[in-house]
C-alpha cells in the first residue's frame, strides 16, 4: 500500500502518491535553482508548471486518479533536465545532440489556435499565420479579398472562429507554431513574450503608439 497526497500545480488540484511527490519536487527543485538568477524566472517557473499539469491532466481521466511515478517520469522526459539547457557553446552543442536523442530537437506537430496574442477580431488570421508561418497581415488581405469579392469571406471568418480554440496556454501557443515544448523553449517563450511587453511599454511611454 503506498500513501497518497494532494498538491496544487498550476491552480490544479491532483492525488499523487508518494514516490511519484517526491521525485516531482526534486526535479522542481533542480528547476528552481537553475532559473533563480534568470530574468522573468517565475514567470518561467509558472510556465513549466503549467506544462506538467497539462500532461498529468492528459493522462488522468478521472479526478481521482492518483498521479503515478511512471507519470512524473513521462512529464521529465518531455520536458527535459535543467542539465540539457546550457550557455556556452560547447556545451550548448553537446546538449543539443543530447536533445536530439530524445526527441527534443525539431519541430513538433502543430494544432490550429486562434492568437489572443495576435488579433484584431477574434485571433484567426494570427492563428493562420503562425500555423503556415506567414505574416497574419496577408491572411487578413485574403479574408477582405474573399469578403468582397466572393462574398463567403466573413461567414468562412465566423466558421473558424467558432471551430479554432483558443490559444490559452503557453503550451497552446507554442503547438500553434509546431513548437517543441521542453524547458528551454518555454523558457525561450517566456522571455520574448517579457521583451516584447517591455518593449510595448517603453513605445507606449514615449508615445509611440
Not at 481521482?64 to 521529465?76: F, G, K, P
Not at 490559452?168 to 525561450?188: A, F, K, P, V, Y
Request: net charge negative; charged share 30%; hydrophobic share 35%.
Amino acid at each position: 500500500m503506498k500513501k497518497t497526497m494532494t498538491v496544487n500545480i498550476s491552480g490544479i488540484v491532483f492525488h499523487i502518491d508518494e514516490d511519484a511527490y517526491r521525485k516531482l519536487d526534486a526535479y522542481l527543485g533542480r528547476i528552481r535553482r537553475y532559473f533563480a538568477s534568470e530574468t522573468g524566472s517565475e514567470e518561467i517557473l509558472s510556465g513549466i508548471e503549467s506544462r506538467i499539469a497539462e500532461i498529468f491532466r492528459e493522462k488522468k481521466q478521472d479526478d481521482r486518479q492518483v498521479v503515478t511515478l511512471e507519470d512524473v517520469n513521462e512529464a521529465i522526459s518531455q520536458l527535459g533536465e535543467p542539465s540539457q539547457i546550457s550557455g556556452d557553446n560547447d556545451d550548448q552543442s553537446e546538449g543539443s545532440r543530447h536533445e536530439k536523442d530524445h526527441g527534443f530537437e525539431g519541430e513538433a506537430p502543430k494544432r490550429l489556435f486562434r492568437d489572443p496574442e495576435n488579433k484584431y477580431i477574434g485571433g484567426v488570421c494570427g492563428g493562420l499565420g503562425a500555423y503556415f508561418q506567414i505574416d497574419p497581415t496577408w491572411v487578413r488581405v485574403l479574408f477582405v479579398i474573399l469578403f468582397f469579392a466572393y462574398t463567403f469571406g466573413l461567414v468562412l471568418y465566423i466558421v473558424l472562429w467558432i471551430v479554432m480554440p483558443k490559444a490559452r496556454t503557453i503550451s497552446d501557443r507554442m503547438s500553434m507554431r509546431g513548437q517543441r515544448i521542453t524547458l528551454s523553449s518555454i523558457e525561450q517563450s517566456i522571455k520574448e513574450d517579457l521583451r516584447d511587453i517591455k518593449k510595448n511599454l517603453e513605445d507606449l511611454s514615449r508615445g509611440n503608439v
